[in-house]
């Protein structure tokens, strides 16, 4: 009960002033904006963290489907290559045979 005591006449000395208007005297208005800037962009973000990962989990599966697409059009490309040389090997005459390969 006489710490309640303290802590009315501790308001009463500092004028009934609330604790963050002593705690902006002592570090400063541009300190105290800075503070609570930073409060709010961390309150900001934690809101906005699940979403920022969801996004990015997205965009992950679409860059994968992508890259697998990719590889598998260079696939069907170098089988159609390697078709086509074939063919060009064995309608060439045997002079000209060393040209399918370059």
């Keep these: 009960m ?4 303290a802590m009315q006449n501790k308001r009463e000395y500092d004028g009934g002033q609330p604790w963050w208007v002593g705690s902006i005297y002592k570090i400063g208005i541009p300190a105290a904006i800075s503070c ?3 409060y709010f962009l961390v309150q900001k973000v ?3 963290q699940d979403e920022i990962f969801s996004l990015l ?3 992950n599966n679409v860059m994968y489907q992508q890259m697998e ?3 598998r059009q260079a696939n ?3 089988r159609s290559n390697k078709f086509l040389q074939q ?3 064995s309608v060439t005459p045997n002079s000209r045979r060393q040209e399918c390969f370059k």
Excluded: R
């Design 69 to 71: 697409e990719d590889k």
């Design 36 to 38: 609570y800037l930073i």
């Design 2 to 5: 006489s710490f309640l005591l």
């Design 46 to 48: 934690d809101t906005k």
């Design 87 to 89: 063919i060009c090997f």
């Design 57 to 59: 989990k997205a965009h």
């Design 76 to 78: 069907e490309i170098e």
